[in-house]
C-alpha cells in the first residue's frame, strides 16, 4: 500500500503499527504522513473552531422556525441530497421514515430554541437536510460534517428504520452544534465527549418531547430503533454496558477501553461521561433539560472548551459553570463534583 | 496447480451503534463478480483506497471499513470511511458486511 501525503484516513495508531513492521524507508513515510496528519486535523479543527458562528453579545439571533428539508435517497449511497421529498410547512406524505424524520427533527429544534435559546445547528438558522432511506438495509445514521445528516432503513435485525428515534435525530443533530462550537476532535478522550454529548443531548430532545423528569426517563439510547439482535436499546446512560448483548462500554475510568477501533472507543469510552451526567441529572432531580442541561450547554460552547479536550478538562469546565450559574456551595455544583466522583474522572 | 486463493479479513468499525463486524473468508467463497474485485484490489497499482487514499472527512458515526488481502505472496491493507467507498467497492463490502459477525 502505498501511503502518501494523504494517508488522514488511516488513524494515527494504525499507522504507528504499520510503520513498526515496515522498512526503514517505508517507516520513513509512514511517519511523515502520520506528522502531516496530524498537522491536518489540527489546521481543520482550528479552522472550524474560528467560524464566526456565535452571535455578537448583547444581539438575540432571530428564530424559532426551523428550516427543515427532507430528502428520499431512494436506496442509494450517493452523498448528496436526493429527491426532496418534504420541505418546511409541507404537510405530511405517505412515507412514514419522511414524517418521522420531519416531526422528530422539528422536536429537536423545539429543545435547541427553547431551552437554550440557540437557533438551529449553527445557531444561525441553518438549514437542517435530513437524507432519509440511505443504502440498502443500512444500520447506520451519521452526520458527514458538511451539514447533511443520512439516515438508513436497517435491516430489521440489528437496527430498524433509523428516523423513528427522536433520540437518534437529537444526537446526530448535535455533532453539527458540537461541531460548530468545540469542535471536538473525533478521537480518544475527545471523541467520546463529542459521543457523549450527542447521546446527552440526544436524550434531553426525547425528555423534553415527553416532559419527562430524570427519575422518569429511560436514559436509554436507541431504543427505537434496535432490532432484535440488539434489544432492548444502544447504550444505557444509567447504566453503560448493559444495553445489549454486545454492549462493553465502561461505567467508570477504571475500564477505560485503550483501543484503536473505532478512533479510540468513540462509542464505547462515552459511557464514562454519559453516566457522569445521568448522576448529575439524577442528584438534582426534576427536568434533566433545566439545570444539567444549562450547564453541559454552557460548558460546550465555552469558547475555552478546546478541540483536543479529555474528560478531566470538560469536567472542570462543567464545574466551573455550575459555580458560575448557581453558586460555589449550590447543590447544582455539588451534583456535578458527584456526577465525575462517580466515574473517577478528576476535577480538580 | 491453482494458485492458492485470496484470504480475506474484513472489518466494519463506527456507526452509531459503535458495535465492530468482522469476517474472514477466502475470495474462491465469493460469488464471481466479488472474487473478480478482491483480486483487482490486492493486484492492481492503483486500488481505490490504496493508492489514493484521501483525508478521513469531518462528520460522525460513520461505518470505517477495512480490508485485509493475502494471497500468500502479496498482502495489502485498504481502509475507507463511509463517504469515501469507491462505487465499484461498495457491493464488495455489503456482502462482506451480510457474512459479518460482531466481534
Same mark, same amino acid.
Given at each position: 500500500?502505498?501511503?502518501? =501525503?494523504?494517508?488522514?484516513?488511516? #488513524? ?18 509512514l ?7 496530524h ?21 438575540? #439571533?432571530p ?6 428539508m ?8 450517493? #452523498? ?5 421529498a418534504?420541505?418546511?410547512g409541507?404537510p ?15 422536536? =429537536? ?5 427553547e &431551552? ?30 458538511? /451539514? ?14 433509523? =428516523?423513528? /428515534? ?10 453539527? &452544534?458540537?461541531?460548530h462550537e ?16 450527542? @447521546? ?11 416532559k ?10 436507541g431504543?427505537?430503533?434496535v /432490532? ?19 454492549d ?17 472507543? &468513540?462509542? =464505547?469510552n ?27 450547554? @454552557? ?15 470538560f ?14 456551595s ?6 456535578v ?8 474522572? #478528576?476535577?480538580? | ?23 474472514a473468508?477466502? $475470495?474462491?467463497q ?10 483487482? !484490489?490486492?493486484?492492481? $497499482?492503483? +486500488?481505490?483506497?490504496? $493508492?489514493?487514499?484521501?483525508? +478521513? ?21 485498504? +481502509?475507507?470511511?463511509?463517504?469515501q ?6 457491493p !464488495? !463490502? ?10
Amino acid at each position: 500500500m502505498n501511503i502518501n =501525503t494523504r494517508a488522514c484516513i488511516l #488513524p494515527p495508531d494504525l499507522i504507528l503499527r504499520l510503520a513498526e513492521a515496515a522498512s526503514p524507508e517505508r517507516r520513513l513515510a509512514l511517519l511523515q504522513s502520520l506528522e502531516l496528519d496530524h498537522s491536518f486535523r489540527q489546521f481543520r479543527a482550528e479552522a472550524v473552531g474560528r467560524q464566526p458562528t456565535r452571535p455578537l453579545a448583547g444581539i438575540a #439571533p432571530p428564530g424559532g422556525t426551523p428550516s427543515r428539508m427532507i430528502y428520499d435517497q431512494q436506496d442509494s449511497t450517493a #452523498p448528496d441530497p436526493g429527491k426532496l421529498a418534504r420541505a418546511e410547512g409541507d404537510p405530511p406524505g405517505a412515507d412514514q421514515a419522511i414524517n418521522d424524520a420531519y416531526d422528530n427533527f422539528g422536536y =429537536t429544534y423545539a429543545l435547541y430554541w427553547e &431551552v437554550f435559546q440557540r437557533n438551529s445547528i449553527d445557531n444561525q438558522g441553518m438549514t437542517i437536510d435530513g437524507l432519509v432511506h440511505y443504502g440498502t438495509d443500512y444500520d447506520n445514521a451519521f452526520w458527514d460534517g458538511a /451539514g447533511h445528516m443520512f439516515f438508513g432503513d436497517g435491516d430489521g435485525q440489528a437496527l430498524t428504520q433509523t =428516523t423513528k /428515534g427522536i433520540d437518534v435525530i437529537g444526537h446526530e443533530l448535535t455533532h453539527g &452544534v458540537t461541531q460548530h462550537e468545540a469542535n471536538l476532535t473525533y478521537s480518544g478522550q475527545s471523541g467520546a465527549l463529542n459521543e457523549s454529548i450527542s @447521546d446527552v443531548f440526544g436524550s434531553l430532545v426525547k425528555q423534553y418531547h415527553l416532559k419527562q423528569a430524570a427519575e422518569e426517563a429511560d436514559w436509554l439510547i436507541g431504543a427505537d430503533i434496535v /432490532g432484535p439482535e440488539l434489544a432492548p436499546a444502544l447504550r444505557s446512560m444509567k447504566a453503560p454496558g448493559t444495553a445489549h448483548q454486545h454492549d462493553n462500554q465502561p461505567a467508570d475510568m477504571d475500564h477505560y477501553l485503550h483501543t484503536t477501533s473505532d478512533n479510540g472507543g &468513540v462509542h =464505547t469510552n462515552s459511557g464514562i461521561p454519559n453516566r457522569a451526567f445521568y448522576v448529575v441529572a439524577s442528584t438534582i432531580g426534576g427536568h434533566a433539560w433545566q439545570a444539567p442541561g444549562l450547564i453541559w450547554y @454552557d460548558a460546550l460552547t465555552d469558547p475555552q472548551l478546546q478541540p483536543a479536550a479529555t474528560f478531566s478538562s470538560f469536567a472542570k469546565v462543567t464545574l466551573r459553570h455550575a459555580r458560575t450559574r448557581y453558586g460555589a456551595s449550590s447543590s447544582e455544583a455539588s451534583a456535578v463534583q458527584a456526577g465525575w466522583d462517580a466515574v473517577k474522572v #478528576p476535577v480538580s | 496447480m491453482a494458485p492458492p486463493p485470496i484470504r480475506i479479513r474484513f472489518r466494519r468499525s463506527g456507526g452509531f451503534a459503535g458495535i465492530p463486524l468482522t469476517a474472514a473468508t477466502t $475470495a474462491d467463497q465469493l460469488a464471481g463478480d466479488h472474487a473478480a474485485q478482491v483480486q483487482r !484490489l490486492l493486484t492492481e $497499482a492503483e +486500488a481505490p483506497g490504496g $493508492a489514493h487514499l484521501v483525508p +478521513a472527512a469531518a462528520g460522525a458515526d460513520m461505518f470505517r471499513y477495512e480490508l485485509d488481502l493475502d494471497d500468500g505472496q502479496r498482502h495489502r491493507t485498504l +481502509a475507507w470511511n463511509e463517504t469515501q467507498v469507491p462505487p465499484e467497492v461498495r457491493p !464488495l !463490502l455489503g456482502t462482506l458486511t451480510s457474512l459479518a459477525r460482531p466481534g
